[in-house]
């Protein structure tokens, strides 16, 4: 085991929200040392660090790896591998699988797995319901016995307001986090936001009522039951708004954001390009403007990718019948820092906090300072990369992705699990 | 999207305004069409129009070429125009029929483009259920596409033979006010309409059940209103869409009779408009709902001059795309 000496670098304080120039030394797996003008002893790796930040390793609990079932759009290994390559040394994946993730065997299958690939820890999200199909509860309490750190039908929100109640309440006393992905499915169905470019386009809608009367919903299920809620990816500011009148009652309510919300809007589909089709869909101006307002006062808790590998024929088909969803892990430093720090609306502490602690709380794991005795999880990211974005050679078996060709102002550059360089550019 | 290309060969041969050069080798919709572009192709209909009433129904514009009407979704109507259109062009006409690969898990919609365009196709005439399935075709296959109807976005032929009947008739269309009435939310002839309409300086109104007429069609200029009483009086046009049964499943009325009651153009409503009220409608007609046979029938009713305008604006984009495709593909 070689033994580490990371020199000159920025040392990401997420919690004081500074940067500070030191070295970190670690030994085997743990840091254990971390301060200014450290000297290289006898046999160890030098990382020369110079205009780097050193940052707890990234977590993005929001990515769907695909297997088992949809092995040919994605891996565990090659999922793991893309996240890697993306500065993230932990994800946490969606049950939305064939069979999904309603099983503690299912659930154990994915961490036998994660363990085969040697990639990024991978930390399951098992499904609320059997199926997913909104009627019955799947086991929880035998799926968290097996690692689940959350529970979620992500792909579609749960209908039944009964259905909710119970799973809340049921799962209140286990401490587990309930991820809705928020849309009625009364009122959703379509495939783009319902604004003029749907209406110009001739698409059916996907309105932002559908997201924000779950959200509403669920809320007051919370308020009235009890236990921990999380709205994946939000996307209206309707949303937003409830989320902050949650928290300033005091609940249990978190969010995350994706970086195509932040940076992208539903003009993107003008030419029916398939890359710009996920759920919750690409949404207009001034919602996009609320959820930068929710980062800036901290409603929005997480930064997620939504990582949603699907293979280029499945893409390359009719608009509305395309599949939902687009790939993110590898470039995602890079779009959060364009969406939030290049314009001032964070620093890097604080966009990285939402991309190391703030993950890690909603899924119940503990965070991973840069500070000695912690294990050495940590991202070392270039801040004035500037680099353009190639999908070519992505680790992710999938390129349905918008990006190519971006320029991105950062990029993660290393990652190193448990003292080992995972990934280096 | 389309492409614009200049070349002297689309300017020799397609020149019938002054000036203008047609460079589009597709024709996918008319949202992002000039006004020249508009009223060239209603000139170069206008020219053909005459071909249709010589005793040899054809000229040798399009001889040689493979004309396709891939049609994914039913319309005899359509594609027997597009047909027709085409041979007198002179053109070869296959016909393929397929079912959409969004309700039908098969080949897909690329595949079965290119395997046509491999058998020698120079003009693909696309009818489909997806809104924006040509924008697709036209990425990916390397002859000319010619939207004949994607879902609820565009129905450009429909709409560009509209406009001719009414410039036909009407003399102009700068300042004429036009009402289209019915589900203008899932209409792609309503849209091909309101985008051409309102680049040649036409008023819209858009008259329908408020579920069927989306707020956000007053951003593209039209107006909007629920009260074809109050409206009809000012119309110079109106356009009576068709009554799609399906969406009584969603609810968006409550009954066939209402709607009728509401929005049909009846002979006694009828008083309420102007003498020279010129009627449309796409057809096929629900004769007694949204239009009596004393309208369609009676003086007032453009409908089969429609008909017949359709075969002369479809030889027009027939031959003016494929002209474009020539001086694209530098032959």
């Known amino acids: 085991m070689a033994d580490i000496l990371i020199q000159n670098g920025q040392v990401v304080d997420t919690v004081a929200g500074k940067l500070r120039k030191a070295d970190v030394r670690i030994r085997d797996k743990e840091i254990v040392e971390v301060k200014a003008g450290l000297a290289p002893a006898d046999g160890e790796q030098v990382i020369a660090a110079t205009g780097l930040l050193v940052s707890p390793g990234l977590v993005d609990i929001h990515v769907h790896l695909r297997e088992p079932g949809g092995e040919e759009k994605e891996t565990i290994l090659s999922g793991g591998q893309a996240a890697l390559a993306g500065g993230f040394t932990d994800v946490a994946c969606m049950p939305n699988t064939t069979p999904p993730l309603d099983t503690e065997t299912a659930i154990e299958s994915v961490y036998r797995q994660a363990l085969r690939a040697k990639a990024a820890r991978v930390w399951p999200v098992g499904a609320i319901t059997k199926g997913r199909a909104g009627a019955e509860l799947a086991e929880f309490a035998q799926m968290v016995r097996g690692g689940a750190v959350g529970f979620s039908d992500d792909g579609v929100g749960v209908a039944s307001s009964s259905v909710m109640a119970k799973a809340l309440r049921y799962l209140e006393p286990f401490g587990k986090v309930l991820i809705q992905h928020c849309e009625e499915p009364t009122l959703g169905g379509g495939c783009m936001h319902s604004g003029y470019h749907s209406t110009r386009l001739g698409l059916p809608g996907l309105p932002a009522l559908a997201e924000e009367i779950m959200i509403a919903r669920d809320i007051e299920l919370v308020r009235s039951i009890g236990g921990r809620y999380h709205v994946a990816h939000i996307s209206t500011k309707r949303g937003v708004e409830l989320v902050r009148q949650a928290r300033a009652e005091g609940l249990a309510v978190t969010t995350e954001v994706c970086p195509h919300h932040l940076l992208l809007t539903d003009e993107a589909i003008s030419d029916y390009d398939t890359n710009f089709k996920m759920s919750p869909p690409l949404r207009s101006q001034d919602h996009v403007a609320a959820l930068i307002a929710g980062v800036r006062d901290g409603t929005v808790d997480c930064l997620v990718t939504d990582h949603a590998p699907h293979r280029a024929e499945e893409k390359e088909i009719e608009f509305v019948a395309a599949p939902m969803g687009i790939i993110g892990l590898e470039c995602a430093v890079g779009l959060f820092a364009k969406a939030l720090v290049e314009p001032g609306h964070l620093s890097w502490p604080k966009m990285l906090r939402m991309m190391t602690d703030a993950p890690r709380d909603v899924i119940g794991r503990p965070r991973v300072a840069v500070a000695p005795g912690n294990s050495a999880d940590l991202t070392l990211i270039d801040p004035e990369a500037d680099y353009t974005v190639d999908i070519t050679g992505w680790k992710s078996k999938s390129r349905n992705c918008p990006y190519h060709g971006w320029k991105l102002p950062a990029r993660a550059v290393a990652t190193i699990l448990e003292g080992k360089v995972k990934w280096e550019l | ?331």
């Open chain 2, 1 to 331: 999207m389309a492409d614009k290309t200049t070349t002297t060969a689309v300017r020799r041969r397609s020149g019938r305004s002054s000036g203008f050069v047609w460079g589009r080798k597709h024709l996918l919709g008319l949202e992002d069409l000039e006004p020249a572009e508009l009223l060239h192709v209603l000139d170069t209909a206008a020219g053909f129009k005459s071909v249709s009433t010589r005793s040899i129904k054809k000229v040798p514009a399009l001889r040689g070429k493979v004309v396709v009407n891939l049609f994914f979704e039913d319309s005899t109507r359509t594609r027997t125009s597009f047909t027709l259109s085409a041979q007198r062009l002179s053109a070869d006409v296959i016909d393929f029929t397929g079912k959409s690969s969004s309700v039908n898990k098969g080949e897909t919609l690329v595949d079965t483009a290119r395997n046509i365009e491999a058998m020698g196709v120079d003009i693909m005439v696309l009818r489909h259920a997806a809104a924006g399935a040509p924008h697709l075709l036209a990425r990916k296959v390397g002859c000319s596409v010619v939207n004949a109807g994607d879902g609820a976005h565009e129905h450009p032929t429909q709409g560009l033979l509209d406009l001719f009947t009414i410039r036909e008739i009407k003399k102009k269309v700068e300042g004429l006010t036009v009402a289209i009435v019915g589900d203008i939310a899932h209409s792609r002839v309503a849209r091909s309409n309101i985008f051409a309409l309102r680049k040649l300086g036409a008023r819209i109104i858009l008259v329908g059940p408020r579920t069927l007429v989306p707020d956000q069609m007053r951003q593209l200029g039209a107006e909007i209103s629920h009260d074809l009483d109050a409206v009809l009086p000012a119309c110079d046009v109106v356009n009576m869409l068709r009554i799609q049964f399906e969406r009584l499943q969603s609810a968006a009325f409550p009954s066939v009779e209402e709607y009728s009651r509401l929005f049909g153009l009846h002979a006694e409503r009828l008083r309420l408009a102007r003498p020279d009220l010129l009627v449309l409608h796409p057809g096929p007609i629900n004769r007694g709902l949204e239009l009596d046979s004393a309208v369609a029938d009676g003086p007032h009713s453009g409908i089969l001059r429609q008909v017949t305008n359709g075969l002369a604006v479809r030889m027009a984009v027939l031959y003016l795309v494929h002209q474009a495709a020539l001086a694209v593909n530098g032959k």
